[in-house]
T-cell receptor, first 113, second 110 residues
C-alpha cells in the first residue's frame, strides 16, 4: 500500500538556522498539508497546498515558513530562522480527490536548541 | 471557528470491557468527523469517518448533531486497542483541513 514518507525522521538545529523538512506524498494525490504537534499538545494545521499554490494557512504559518513542491514529487516545508518554539513533530499529509481522506506521514521531530 | 474537545486525556479499561472515547465539536457549518488512531511508534491513521458508517476493528461512532458529539465506542476492548486516539473535524466542503482534539490515550489492562 502506498504511503507518505518524510525525511529526516529527526532533526536537531540551532536557533536561527534554516531547516527544510521533506515529504513525498502518495503519487497520484493532489492536495498536500503540513501539520505540527508540539509535545503534549494537539495536532495543529499549518498549511494546505493545491495546484502549486497555498490554499489555506493558519496563524502559525507566518513569514518564517514556506512550502514548495519543487519537482512534482517532493513537498517541502522550510523554516527560515528557527525559534525554540518551533520544536515539534511535523506531519505531512496528502489526499486524492473527492471524498478521499488524508494520509499522514510518520513525522519529523524537530528540536531547536 | 472549528473546535474539537476530547475531555479525557487518559482512559484505562479492562480487556473485555466496553470502551467509550468522548468527542464533542463546535462548527457552524456541516462538518465531517473522523477518528484517527496512533499506535506506539506509528503514524496517524484513519480509524473511521462518519460518512462511511463503517465499523473498523469493532469500533463505531455515531454523529449526534443535537449534542454535537461523535463518541467512539467498542463493546469489548482488546489489548491491541491501546493507542492514542484523536477526534478530528473538517468542513464538508472546502479544502478539508483537519482540526484535531487533544487526544485520548487509551490503555487496555490485561
Amino acid at each position: 500500500e502506498p504511503e507518505v514518507t518524510q525525511t529526516p525522521s529527526h532533526q536537531v538545529t540551532q536557533m536561527g538556522q534554516e531547516v527544510i523538512l521533506r515529504c513525498v506524498p502518495i503519487s497520484n494525490h493532489l492536495y498536500f498539508y503540513w501539520y505540527r504537534q508540539i509535545l503534549g499538545q494537539k495536532v495543529e494545521f499549518l498549511v494546505s497546498f493545491y495546484n502549486n499554490e497555498i490554499s489555506e494557512k493558519s496563524e502559525i504559518f507566518d513569514d518564517q515558513f514556506s512550502v514548495e513542491r519543487p519537482d512534482g514529487s517532493n513537498f517541502t516545508l522550510k523554516i527560515r530562522s528557527t525559534k525554540l518554539e518551533d520544536s515539534a513533530m511535523y506531519f505531512c499529509a496528502s489526499r486524492g480527490t473527492g471524498w478521499e481522506t488524508q494520509y499522514f506521514g510518520p513525522g519529523t521531530r524537530l528540536l531547536v536548541l | 471557528a472549528q473546535r474539537v474537545t476530547q475531555p479525557e486525556k487518559l482512559l484505562s479499561v479492562f480487556k473485555g470491557a466496553p470502551v467509550e472515547l468522548k468527542c464533542n465539536y463546535s462548527y457552524s457549518g456541516s462538518p465531517e468527523l473522523f477518528w484517527y488512531v496512533q499506535y506506539s511508534r506509528q503514524r496517524l491513521q484513519l480509524l473511521l469517518r462518519h460518512i462511511s458508517r463503517e465499523s473498523i476493528k469493532g469500533f463505531t461512532a455515531d454523529l449526534n448533531k443535537g449534542e454535537t458529539s461523535f463518541h467512539l465506542k467498542k463493546p469489548f476492548a482488546q489489548e491491541e486497542d491501546s493507542a492514542m486516539y484523536y477526534c478530528a473535524l473538517s468542513a464538508r466542503f472546502g479544502n478539508e483541513k483537519l482540526t484535531f482534539g487533544t487526544g485520548t490515550r487509551l490503555t487496555i489492562i490485561p
